[in-house]
Structure formats: structure tokens, C-alpha cells
């Protein structure tokens, strides 16, 4: 029986580190997301400075690409919220998985002061 809860115990632990590092993952995608959406902000800003440098050019390029800006930064924002709404669910399975790891360490701590308290008596 102790090594049963020993091993749920090493058990779990390993799927809740699984879960951190899931999470850890999201959290990077989501940052490589957010660092696209500012990339593409700053990207915005310098040919809106090159159209007021050039206007007559601007004028028959830069509708097309403002068009195509929105597009790409309505599309990151869809994504960015996409990956919190993950990122949100992720949190709660590791919330889950921790207390499944907590409930299985306090049954083994509870089953190893038994047996101290038993040999102590002894």
C-alpha cells in the first residue's frame, strides 16, 4: 500500500509538471503573438511617415496596404483572444491536476505519520 501512494504521489507530480510546461508553451505563443501585434504596429507608424513623405505616391499604394494592415491586425487581435481563452483553460487544468497531486502528497504525509506514531509506540 505505501508504494501505491508513493507512486500516485510521483505520478502526479509528473502530469502536473506536463501541465506547467503546457502551459508555459501557450504563454510563449501567446507573447510571440502579442510581439507580431506590436511589430505590425510599429510597422504601420513607418509607412504612414514614408505616404506623408510622398504623397502622390502614397496615394496609390497606401489605401491597399492600410486595407491589408487592418486585415493582419484584426486577424492577430482574433488569435491573441483565442490564445488567452487557451491559456485561461490551461490554467484551470493545472489547478485541477494540482489539487489531484495535493489530495494524493497529504494521503501519503497522513499514511507516513501512521507509521511513524506505530513504530514510535514500538
Same mark, same amino acid.
Not at 34 to 50: D, F, K, P, S, T
Given at each position: 500500500?505505501?508504494?501505491?501512494?508513493?507512486?500516485?504521489?510521483?505520478?502526479?507530480?509528473?502530469?502536473?509538471?506536463?501541465?506547467?510546461?503546457?502551459?508555459? *508553451?501557450? $504563454?510563449?505563443?501567446?507573447?510571440? @503573438?502579442?510581439?507580431?501585434? %506590436?511589430?505590425? +504596429?510599429? !510597422? &504601420?507608424?513607418?509607412?504612414?511617415?514614408?505616404?506623408?513623405?510622398?504623397?502622390?505616391?502614397?496615394?496609390?499604394?497606401?489605401?491597399?496596404?492600410?486595407? *491589408?494592415? $487592418?486585415?493582419?491586425?484584426?486577424? @492577430?487581435?482574433?488569435?491573441? %483572444?483565442?490564445? +488567452?481563452? !487557451? &491559456?485561461?483553460?490551461?490554467?484551470?487544468?493545472?489547478?485541477?491536476?494540482?489539487?489531484?497531486?495535493?489530495?494524493?502528497?497529504?494521503?501519503?504525509?497522513?499514511?507516513?505519520?501512521?507509521?511513524?506514531?506505530? @513504530?514510535?509506540?514500538?
Amino acid at each position: 500500500m505505501a508504494r501505491d501512494f508513493k507512486a500516485l504521489v510521483r505520478i502526479n507530480d509528473w502530469v502536473l509538471d506536463q501541465k506547467r510546461r503546457s502551459l508555459g *508553451e501557450l $504563454v510563449g505563443q501567446l507573447d510571440n @503573438l502579442e510581439g507580431l501585434l %506590436a511589430a505590425l +504596429e510599429a !510597422e &504601420i507608424v513607418r509607412e504612414q511617415a514614408m505616404a506623408s513623405q510622398s504623397p502622390i505616391e502614397a496615394g496609390l499604394t497606401y489605401g491597399n496596404y492600410a486595407a *491589408e494592415a $487592418v486585415r493582419r491586425r484584426e486577424a @492577430l487581435q482574433r488569435r491573441i %483572444a483565442d490564445k +488567452e481563452t !487557451e &491559456i485561461l483553460d490551461a490554467r484551470e487544468t493545472l489547478r485541477e491536476a494540482f489539487l489531484e497531486f495535493k489530495k494524493y502528497e497529504i494521503a501519503e504525509d497522513r499514511r507516513q505519520a501512521r507509521v511513524d506514531a506505530e @513504530l514510535l509506540r514500538e
